[in-house]
């Protein structure tokens, strides 16, 4: 693992915490120079929240991927590790890739993106947290100019952290996007989305690479960048 081609392929199974001691030692060796890996690091870090919302029921209604597809990926995942390990190791070692690489195909097709609304037109105030969410640390906000208002769970995780944000008040029809704002004024986009229902509310969760400590606020705001809310964190 000591060329960006052998970090990239291992990426989705390090957020999934499946590589094993020796492989995650080198990748995380080699990713303080490699700004492209790290990068792309980013864009994975929301995997894990993802799949815990895949359900029974989402995963009925997709259709598998084709079979070739497995073979073709655990092929050119040997074909890498040829001459390094025996065939027992190589066979330990690359499955975790494969399956990391299946599971984001599964997560593309159900969910598409890093942001997920959810809820009705019924009410205007913001959902009640998730089970998985229960014990994340809770910051709340509201813009009193426009009412909006909203709060964030957060959880610290080996990765980063797991965003979960509630939010009301939202005018139907306005497309947002949530950020997240580093203490040394780093920012990271965490998706963006559509708002459908009447009264503009919704649970969206993504993760971002940011420890939690790292955190100084989140920011919603509209894609030509005004200002919704800011939650201090």
Same mark, same amino acid.
């Given at each position: ?31 303080? %120079? ?11 870090? %929301? ?16 259709? %598998? ?94 990765? %980063? ?73």
């Amino acid at each position: 693992m000591n060329d960006c081609a052998d970090v990239r392929t291992s990426l989705g199974a390090y957020v999934l915490g499946s590589l094993d001691p020796a492989d995650r030692a080198r990748l995380e060796s080699h990713l303080p %120079g490699c700004p492209a890996c790290r990068d792309e690091l980013a864009g994975l870090a %929301g995997l894990p929240a993802m799949l815990g919302r895949v359900d029974e029921a989402q995963l009925a209604q997709m259709a %598998g991927p084709p079979p070739e597809l497995l073979d073709g990926l655990l092929t050119r995942a040997a074909g890498r590790r040829t001459g390094r390990l025996t065939s027992l190791r190589r066979r330990a070692g690359w499955a975790p890739l494969a399956v990391a690489a299946c599971l984001l195909l599964i997560v593309g097709a159900l969910f598409g993106g890093l942001v997920f609304p959810s809820g009705t037109d019924e009410t205007a105030a913001p959902p009640p947290p998730s089970a998985s969410a229960r014990g994340a640390e809770r910051i709340a906000a509201t813009n009193p100019e426009t009412k909006i208002k909203g709060y964030v769970l957060l959880k610290q995780k080996k990765w %980063g952290t797991e965003v979960e944000l509630h939010l009301a008040g939202v005018p139907k029809g306005s497309r947002c996007r949530l950020l997240v704002v580093a203490r040394d004024g780093r920012r990271d986009a965490l998706g963006s989305w559509y708002v459908p229902y009447d009264k503009g509310y919704g649970a969206y969760t993504g993760s971002t690479m940011f420890p939690r400590g790292q955190l100084f606020s989140l920011e919603i705001v509209g894609l030509d960048g005004a200002p919704l809310l800011t939650i201090p964190t």
